[in-house]
């Protein structure tokens, strides 16, 4: 007879119906925001800029996702040693472990997805360019920006999310510090206006 395995139930947080609304919420208007913001911008500028800034965003993209990968392969239980110990931006680490859903749901999701929206657009808006630049009326250009967008994308996010599995701690302990750095900034400017 087959011995049964029993795995340990890991404890996360559930979601509230409001904190999804509020969620999708922001990312409409995020979106928005930004698809304005790339539109304005690419009108202007030279055709090797608007290629640096598709770079750019497709690089904001892959970071954003390694990072929510890393708070959701981490284990809290190395970090409970440095927030005794007082260590800048553990406490912040072990409060982005305890939310990992909706931290990587942000991570991943919202801002992910909202780089991938802006790359597409960015795309778009050069190959619009080439062709209006060179008088042509090409397909295939279409299609080979939609498939180096797509390629940069995966293939940056493939090699992002296995380096962020490997050093998940560090990774998390780093955007810690960095919370905890931004909270004593805007702390510090809500007391300066009081």
């Known amino acids: ?3 049964r395995i029993k795995f340990k139930q ?3 947080k559930k979601q509230s119906a409001k904190t999804l609304l509020l969620i999708t919420g922001i990312t409409f208007v995020i979106a928005m925001l ?6 304005v911008l690419l009108a202007d500028v030279p055709l090797l800029v608007a290629f640096f800034l598709l770079i750019g965003i497709i690089v904001v993209g892959i970071i954003f996702d390694g990072m929510g990968n890393a708070v959701v392969a981490v284990d809290e239980v190395s970090f409970h040693s ?6 800048k931006g553990a406490k912040e680490s072990i409060t982005l472990i305890r939310n990992a859903p909706m ?3 942000l991570f991943n999701d919202v801002i992910g997805d909202i780089c991938g929206i802006i790359s597409g657009s960015t795309a778009t808006a050069i190959v619009l360019s080439l062709e209006t630049g060179f008088g042509i009326q090409s397909v295939l250009l279409s299609i080979a920006m939609s498939g180096f967008v797509a390629a940069v994308t995966i293939g940056g996010k493939a090699v992002g999310k296995s380096f962020a599995i490997a050093r998940a701690r560090y990774i998390v302990y780093y955007v810690g510090i960095v919370i905890y750095y931004m909270k004593r900034v805007f702390g510090r ?4 206006k009081k």
Not at 34 to 39: K, L, N, T
Request: net charge positive; hydrophobic share 55%; no cysteine.
């Open 34 to 39: 930004f698809s304005y913001i790339f539109e």
């Open 103 to 105: 931290v990587a749901n």
């Open 82 to 87: 440095m927030a005794a110990s007082k260590v």
């Open 10 to 12: 890991v404890k996360v």
């Open 1 to 3: 007879m087959a011995k």
């Open 189 to 192: 400017l809500k007391t300066n």
